[in-house]
């Protein structure tokens, strides 16, 4: 019996070990929003984080990610509130779509290690995210917004814990 957690859900699986991690996201945990795009690692389609790092869910089997913390592009947000999520909505980003829920987990890693990216930051995590459609420009604008919106979260979080703090004290 494998141990996962996913979407910080504890699941067990009894199925076969060898099974890629896309599959059971897909099929046996009813996750659509991870997509199966080249089955060889090549399109990030399927990029989910696998402790934190974003991994290749079509080439990642299950007993690979045995014990382990995985998180999906439905468990970024519950609501969407995620500023990756807004800036993408903000921003217009996805074209067809298809690729955008891998663009998203890895801006989402990126931004987790780097809170102000670059242009050159941004091209270098995303290589390896293919998008049809070529929306690399609004991508990298999107990645940028969300620093914005994240940054401002943090700086709203931390004012209102000062005026709090001030309030409450004498």
């Keep these: 019996m494998i141990r996962l957690k996913v979407n910080g859900k504890n699941h067990q699986f009894n199925g076969d070990p060898d099974m890629p991690l896309l599959w059971f996201l897909r099929d046996e945990m009813n996750m659509k929003g991870t997509k199966f795009g080249c089955g060889i690692g090549m399109c990030g389609a399927c990029t989910i984080h696998l402790n934190g790092s974003p991994t290749r869910a079509c080439l990642t089997s299950v007993s690979m990610a045995a014990n382990g913390s995985i998180t999906t592009i439905e468990g970024i947000s519950p609501d969407g509130s995620h500023p990756v999520q807004i800036a993408w909505q903000e921003l217009d980003v996805p074209q067809c779509g298809y690729c955008q829920s891998g663009q998203i987990m890895t801006a989402c890693s990126l931004l987790a290690k780097k809170p102000k990216p670059t242009d050159a930051d ?41 005026r709090s703090g001030r309030r409450g004290g004498k």
């Design 122 to 162: 941004i091209d270098a995590a995303m290589d390896g995210n293919l998008c049809r459609c070529g929306t690399y420009l609004r991508i990298r604008s999107a990645v940028h917004k969300a620093a914005e919106l994240s940054a401002s979260r943090k700086a709203g979080s931390r004012t209102s814990t000062n």
